[in-house]
């Protein structure tokens, strides 16, 4: 059960449209690296976690995850509205207007759709906390990448766009640390001789 709160995790006023940024930050909404899947990953995960603490931390990323997934949805809206047809063509978002217009759909920037075998949950406390601790490495690389050829490439320092994915970058780490407290955890209390070779969800003499 959630309670909504009609705000934003952290403030989006995009005020000029750049419909090729919106192009590669939509990757952060349906690609392989994105909100979508790492909310929909923590959530799936949470339910043969072992130990109620670690249950807890997936439940509490997998809802802030759907914070940013709103946010990311923010951005792209606001750098692709009252876009001229000038201002489309010739860009990376063209083909995507094609079939969406400026609607929101998750796709990767290279247009590839949102699909569930971009994430696992295997039912395994070790094996999905590794993969989350490499899901959050990943999206921060992906940030880091948005962040720098939007300031380097693109020769643009809007602030409007740049601050909210830098606060992104910056909740991936901070995802990171906790996910390596949580594997910690889980590691000390099964049997350190063969957590490696048993999954402790059906084999409980690891535990």
Known sequence: MWNYEKRLQFPIHIKNPNPA??????SQYGGPDGESSASMRYLSQRYSMPYREVSGLLTDIATEELSHLEMVSVMVHQLTRNLSVDQIKGTPFEAYYVDHTTGIWPQAAGGIPFNACEFQSKG??????????AAEQKARSTYDISVTYYN????????????????LRQREIVHFQRFGEAL?????????NNFYAFNPEFDKKCK
């Open 124 to 133: 395994d406390a070790i094996t999905d906390l590794v993969e989350d601790l």
């Open 21 to 26: 940024l919106a192009a590669m930050i939509i």
């Open 184 to 192: 910690s955890l889980v590691q000390q209390r099964l049997d350190f």
């Open 152 to 167: 380097l490439i693109l020769l643009t320092d809007d602030a409007d766009v740049l601050e909210p994915l830098r606060f």
